[in-house]
């Protein structure tokens, strides 16, 4: 009981205080030097971190080419995996975000400024133009951009099927994917939880793939296996 009303009253909003804190500071930031953005957003992660006592490690970064930009893909358990994946991966990640997030005030500043990619899942012809929008702008810009392909955090900690998604902006922007796991950060937080205990988390980083001769299916049934085989080592 203790644990839960500590967290309720004081871990998660300092986690949100401290994500709210750091969106203005980097949209601030960024109106004078966008060199800003990435040095903030490692702030960021490592500051929800910190506050959520996660003790973590990572293993396989030194596989990855810095000198490239990727689709990350990977599974989701938990609100705590973006800032693992940003504290760790040495890349300049950005988010594919929904499009009605850029009418919030300062939320959508930032995301604009700042190179987040805005998807319009409004309807099938809208999305497959963003995604083209998307490819374009990820080509341009030397981001790399997480995506969670499962679409939603899993509630029993199972990798969960794969949408098409990450296999598609891979294709149309010609960009290596990098698959990755994140173990144990359900047990800080798990899915629709509201209590955040320390726990041991884990980034698994497995070897990039190539796009030659893969198709939108064939590429998405290889993420979910590279995937489930991370989760397994």
């Not at 990350?72 to 988010?95: A, E, K, Q």
Request: charged share 20%; with cysteine.
């Amino acid at each position: 009981m203790l644990s839960y009303w500590r967290s309720v009253l004081f871990t998660i909003p300092l986690a949100f205080a401290t994500t709210a804190i750091l969106i203005w500071i980097s949209y601030i930031l960024a109106l004078f030097d966008r060199r800003t953005v990435d040095p903030t957003f490692r702030f960021w992660a490592r500051a929800v971190m910190r506050v959520c006592g996660a003790r973590h490690r990572a293993r396989g970064i030194e596989t990855i080419d810095t000198s490239r930009n990727y689709i990350v893909v990977s599974n989701h358990l938990s609100l705590i995996d973006s800032p693992l994946l940003v504290y760790y991966l040495p890349l300049s990640i950005r988010f594919l975000a929904k499009k009605e997030l850029l009418k919030i005030p300062v939320m959508g500043g930032y995301m604009t400024r700042t190179g987040h990619i805005p998807i319009d899942r409004s309807n099938p012809r809208a999305a497959l133009e963003s995604m083209n929008d998307a490819a374009r702008k990820l080509r341009a810009s030397g981001h790399s951009v997480l995506i969670y392909p499962e679409g939603t955090r899993s509630m029993d900690g199972e990798l969960q099927e794969f949408k098409d998604g990450a296999a598609m902006l891979a294709l149309k922007s010609r960009l290596p994917v990098l698959p990755v796991a994140v173990v144990g950060t359900n047990r800080v937080l798990p899915a629709k939880g509201v209590v955040i205990r320390s726990a041991d988390v884990e980034l698994r980083v497995g070897e990039a793939i190539t796009l030659d001769g893969h198709t939108r299916a064939s590429l998405t049934a290889e993420l979910h296996a590279r995937v489930e085989r991370l989760l397994a080592s």
